[in-house]
């Protein structure tokens, strides 16, 4: 047997280890205290907006420049229309090159692992089983993705004419690939685009502003962003504790932002897990 180390998470646990264990607890239990409540991490919400504030700056949304924040939203964020849209273009994308339309639909969509063969719909486990698996560089003036295609489809490809020495010529191929690959980036931020949707364009250029700013440094402000089924809107701030279940202080930052964001709405909540012992943990929100 080799080397075994005893690790006390409350005695040798630091404050960043104990606080991301709290935060995975507080988003399985989230909805024991408020009923049908979205949310999301503030650490996926700034990644999604900065992504989006930088769109010109990536060959897949340089297709698309009007997809700004408003626009996203007001395409993307009903329920459904995402899937429908990534569904039409996989569609036309097989369509383009001859292949079959069948079998596609949204439900095939949600099951179909998005960082698999775009044109066979095999999930990304074809990667590793194809032993002459190919990624090749899609190319059109001074656009340039990257497209990962199984053996089958990139000698497909080939043999039709689509691709040559590793690249496809073919603009309206390309911009098909390239609207494909814009897709299913915000197919993976679908939670985070549906609750900006519930939320008032106001609310939307703040969280830009708190969470995008260029040039912006320090930590992101509180942990989650949450809407309720009622249209009432959080930012929770997550602390942890090993004795009183009272609420940590917030950070400077939280705190110069509470006023701005309360004026805005918002209620800002702190969920409090106290360990205890036996693997217990017992769990409070409080709003601040």
């Given at each position: 047997?080799?080397?075994?180390?005893?690790?006390?998470?409350?005695?040798?646990?630091?404050?960043?280890?104990?606080?991301?264990?709290?935060?995975?607890?507080?988003?399985?239990v989230?909805?024991?205290?408020?009923?049908?409540?979205?949310?999301?991490?503030?650490?996926?919400?700034?990644?999604?907006?900065s992504?989006?504030?930088?769109?010109?700056?990536?060959?897949?949304?340089?297709?698309?420049?009007?997809?700004?924040?408003?626009?996203?939203?007001?395409?993307?964020?009903?329920?459904?229309?995402?899937?429908?849209?990534?569904?039409?273009?996989?569609?036309?994308?097989?369509?383009?090159?001859?292949?079959?339309?069948?079998?596609?639909?949204?439900?095939?969509?949600?099951?179909?692992?998005?960082?698999?063969c775009?044109?066979?719909?095999?999930?990304?486990?074809?990667?590793?089983?194809?032993?002459?698996?190919?990624?090749?560089?899609?190319?059109?003036?001074d656009?340039?993705?990257?497209?990962r295609?199984?053996?089958?489809?990139?000698?497909?490809?080939?043999?039709?004419?689509?691709?040559?020495?590793?690249?496809?010529?073919?603009?309206?191929?390309?911009?098909?690939?390239?609207?494909?690959?814009?897709?299913?980036?915000?197919?993976?931020?679908?939670d985070?685009?549906?609750?900006?949707?519930?939320?008032?364009?106001?609310?939307?250029?703040?969280?830009?502003?708190?969470?995008?700013?260029?040039?912006?440094?320090?930590?992101?402000?509180?942990?989650?962003?949450?809407?309720?089924?009622?249209?009432?809107?959080?930012?929770?701030?997550?602390?942890?504790?090993?004795?009183?279940?009272?609420?940590?202080?917030?950070?400077?930052?939280?705190?110069?932002?509470?006023?701005?964001?309360?004026?805005?709405?918002?209620?800002?909540?702190?969920?409090?897990?106290?360990?205890?012992?036996?693997?217990?943990?017992?769990?409070?929100?409080?709003?601040?």
């Open positions: 047997m080799g080397k075994v180390i005893y690790y006390n998470i409350l005695r040798d646990g630091d404050n960043t280890l104990k606080g991301l264990i709290a935060e995975k607890i507080f988003e399985r989230v909805r024991h205290f408020i009923d049908s409540l979205q949310c999301c991490s503030t650490l996926a919400l700034a990644l999604f907006l992504r989006i504030r930088d769109a010109s700056k990536f060959p897949s949304h340089r297709v698309h420049l009007d997809l700004d924040l408003e626009t996203v939203v007001s395409r993307y964020g009903a329920e459904g229309a995402l899937e429908n849209e990534l569904v039409e273009t996989l569609k036309g994308l097989r369509r383009y090159v001859g292949l079959s339309e069948r079998d596609i639909d949204p439900q095939t969509v949600i099951r179909y692992d998005l960082h698999g775009p044109l066979c719909l095999r999930d990304r486990d074809v990667f590793h089983e194809d032993e002459e698996m190919e990624s090749n560089l899609v190319m059109a003036d656009l340039s993705i990257l497209v295609l199984c053996s089958t489809c990139y000698k497909y490809l080939a043999e039709n004419g689509y691709i040559t020495h590793r690249r496809i010529q073919d603009k309206k191929l390309v911009r098909l690939f390239c609207t494909l690959k814009l897709l299913r980036e915000l197919y993976s931020n679908r985070i685009i549906r609750i900006l949707a519930r939320l008032d364009k106001e609310d939307r250029e703040l969280l830009l502003d708190i969470y995008a700013r260029p040039g912006q440094l320090g930590g992101r402000p509180f942990d989650y962003l949450c809407i309720d089924e009622r249209g009432d809107k959080y930012l929770v701030d997550v602390a942890s504790t090993a004795g009183s279940h009272r609420a940590s202080p917030l950070s400077k930052r939280e705190r110069e932002l509470a006023p701005v964001v309360r004026a805005r709405g918002f209620k800002i909540s702190t969920p409090v897990v106290e360990y205890l012992g036996n693997w217990n943990v017992r769990v409070g929100l409080m709003e601040i």
